[in-house]
T-cell receptor
Framework: NAGVTQTPKFQVLKTGQSMTLQCAQDMNHNSMYWYRQDPGMGLRLIYYSASEGTTDKGEVPNGYNVSRLNKREFSLRLESAAPSQTSVYFC?????????????FGSGTRLTVV | RKEVEQDPGPFNVPEGATVAFNCTYSNSASQSFFWYRQDCRKEPKLLMSVYSSGNEDGRFTAQLNRASQYISLLIRDSKLSDSATYLCVVNGRGDNFNKFYFGSGTKLNVKP
């Protein structure tokens, strides 16, 4: 089935470790997004990419980097993880601009930083 | 001020009840409005887009009030399976037109 695939689903890191969250979509969407979701805070945009080769900061970009490897893939990197980055991370994709079908989300990555 | 604000609830209703949620947004230039549903520990999924004239999909009705800058979701004949968190979503302003802003969600519990 067409959709958005994220890996890994769960991860525990020690403070200072690095990791990359992977996201791939097969919906032929131009736009891709990384959100984090914390209790009571809703979904907050970290970075987004309106097309291959372009990336822009969202509301909470500090501590993160992204790479739009090609049209299908958009990765999120934590260079030096901190406990404040404990969260659920969602990747999403959409048409540009998002049409009536809105965003399609991946199933999420639950990250704990200890 | 948050871009999108929702009552977090929870709304506890019996099966068969009608329940309504409102959501206010701050950007008068917003053009795209949606309701998403999110089950516990799952990703958000699109429930319905919200059109200017209002729209209905089965037991669900969405309305937009531009003058007061709010959108609403009405659920009739609630089912146990409607228990979830409902997220209000609007697009941003200016250069952020292509980006969505999410409310924190309203939790609905439908009881037998």
């Amino acid at each position: 089935n067409a959709g958005v695939t994220q890996t890994p689903k769960f991860q525990v890191l020690k403070t200072g470790q690095s990791m990359t969250l992977q996201c791939a979509q097969d919906m032929n969407h131009n736009s891709m997004y990384w959100y984090r979701q914390d209790p009571g805070m809703g979904l907050r945009l970290i970075y987004y990419s309106a097309s291959e080769g372009t990336t822009d900061k969202g509301e909470v970009p500090n501590g993160y980097n992204v790479s739009r490897l090609n049209k299908r893939e958009f990765s999120l990197r934590l260079e030096s993880a901190a406990p404040s980055q404990t969260s659920v991370y969602f990747c999403a994709s959409s048409e540009t601009p998002p049409g009536p079908r809105g965003y399609t989300f991946g199933s999420g990555t639950r990250l704990t930083v200890v | 001020r948050k871009e999108v604000e929702q009552d977090p609830g929870p709304f506890n209703v019996p099966e068969g009840a009608t329940v309504a949620f409102n959501c206010t947004y701050s950007n008068s230039a917003s053009q795209s409005f949606f309701w998403y549903r999110q089950d516990c520990r799952k990703e958000p999924k699109l429930l319905m887009s919200v059109y200017s004239s209002g729209n209905e999909d089965g037991r669900f009705t969405a309305q937009l009030n531009r003058a007061s800058q709010y959108i609403s979701l009405l659920i009739r004949d609630s089912k146990l399976s409607d228990s979830a968190t409902y997220l209000c979503v609007v697009n941003g302003r200016g250069d952020n037109f292509n980006k969505f802003y999410f409310g924190s969600g309203t939790k609905l519990n439908v009881k037998p």
